[in-house]
């Protein structure tokens, strides 16, 4: 009898839970209470981080300098061409009459060393609402697109990589403008262009960025570039597989996008200079 | 309510916490299959072993706990675990005298439907979803299942729970 009760608990929560949004703030609320769980697991890995960095010798860390130091310079050198783009396009876009577009705000979060379910693609992020993390927001890393976050509580919140068969994300090629859907594939390092005729030009080696048509992400940040591309004329459309730019699997540390308009409550603390 | 009575909450939570953090362990990639199903066999030892205690409430707490720590739909693990905790109930008078490596077999089932459960609502939102998943659970789980049934009964043994 009891049975029957919980088994019509879960299916009653399952299905509200697949279909609407009611259930965040029940979700928020517990994923607080195992929290500490997580960061207990955490904590091992994290020492050992800490570790491994205060241990390291004066010569790597002097060459790790010198490295970086000339990784810089390179890098400032080309964020003065940058800039000098960037008002170049305003200066169009005025002429052109067209909005301008604002530069985005990001923060670092740092992913936890936890495991969530082997079959959809998540990360636990040790941000939340109280840096002004919000429902939907996307999250980049170095060289291209991640995901976006799925679940928020004050503390930390969950994000659902590009990878998971549950993610689609508005693309669009760069040679020649031609805009597609990017949805997961669900195994590592994979997402496929969807509906796309046969005869689109996708070429093997295309770069893939993000289109901004969702209203989700901002445009313009990579997204992969295409690995391969099949047209067997028995099926409708062309298989078209693009290999994420994103280190999705290999990063520790991860950028939290704040686009036009959704400023966070406050930057100041961990802001983008940290 | 008594202080053993207290006492003895407190050793199953602890051993509860124990197993969630198991599960949010960090493992390589080819070992990540072969996760064994903690909080499933430490479920079924409380069930088999004070089954006036920790029955189907118990185990549906738990899997919304499971639930929200691996980020899966809400009610997905309470749905499974509050069927296998109801199962163990149901079998804790036939199972509890069997030696350690009989109960592995009732274990393996139990695991085996746990996970099934658990996959089953993963496919149907559309996941891909793979057989090994099932299987590969299980078998680690019931080769654990001896050690972790010395160890859990010593622990009730020491903590005097009943």
Not at chain 1, 164 to 180: I, S
Not at chain 1, 227 to 236: A, E, K, L, N
Not at chain 2, 118 to 134: D, F, Y
């Amino acid at each position: 009898m009891r049975l029957v009760v919980f088994v019509l608990a879960s299916l009653v929560l399952m299905t509200v839970d697949h279909r609407y949004r009611h259930l965040e703030a029940a979700r928020a609320t517990l994923s607080v209470v195992v929290l500490p769980l997580q960061l207990a697991v955490n904590a091992p890995f994290q020492t050992a981080h800490w570790a491994s960095e205060s241990l390291a010798t004066r010569r790597s860390l002097m060459e790790d300098n010198d490295r970086l130091r000339q990784e810089r310079l390179l890098i400032e050198a080309r964020l003065g061409k940058l800039a000098d783009l960037e008002a170049e396009n305003r200066r169009l876009r005025d002429l052109l009459d067209s909005s301008a577009r604002v530069g985005e705000r990001v923060l670092i979060a740092e992913v936890m060393a936890v495991d969530m379910d082997p079959f959809s693609h998540k990360l636990l992020l040790n941000k939340g609402t109280r840096d002004g993390v919000f429902l939907g927001q996307p999250l980049i890393d170095a060289n291209g697109v991640m995901g976006q976050v799925v679940h928020v509580n004050p503390f930390s919140c969950t994000a659902l990589l590009i990878t998971d068969p549950n993610h689609a994300l508005p693309v669009q090629v760069t040679r020649n403008g031609l805009r597609a859907i990017a949805i997961g594939r669900g195994v590592a390092n994979g997402l496929e262009l969807a509906h796309l005729p046969l005869n689109a030009d996708a070429r093997v080696g295309d770069l893939v960025v993000t289109s901004g048509l969702g209203g989700r992400f901002p445009s313009g940040y990579p997204v992969g570039r295409i690995s391969q591309v099949r047209t067997d004329t028995g099926r409708p459309f062309a298989e078209v597989t693009v290999e994420p730019a994103a280190h999705l699997e290999r990063n520790r540390e991860v950028l939290l996008v704040w686009g036009p308009g959704q400023a966070p409550g406050d930057l100041a603390r961990g802001g983008a200079g940290s | 309510m008594t202080p053993s009575r207290y006492r003895g909450a407190a050793t199953i939570a602890t051993s509860f916490l124990a197993a969630l953090m198991l599960t949010a362990l960090p493992l390589p990639q080819w070992a990540e299959p072969w996760r064994p199903a903690w909080v499933t066999l430490v479920l079924i030892y409380w069930c088999l072993a004070v089954p006036q205690r920790v029955g189907v409430g118990v185990g549906w707490v738990l899997g919304l706990l499971l639930d929200v720590m691996t980020g899966t739909l809400l009610g997905q693990h309470a749905l499974s675990l509050s069927l296998v905790a109801f199962l163990a109930l149901r079998l804790h008078l036939r199972v509890r005298v069997l030696p350690a490596w009989q109960q592995g077999i009732s274990v393996f089932l139990l695991v085996v439907l746990d996970r099934a459960l658990s996959l089953w609502v993963t496919g149907i939102q559309g996941m891909p979803t793979e057989a090994k998943a099932i299987w590969a659970p299980a078998a680690t789980s019931t080769l654990l299942w001896p050690w972790l049934y010395v160890i859990l009964r010593d622990v009730r043994r020491r903590y005097q729970v009943f």
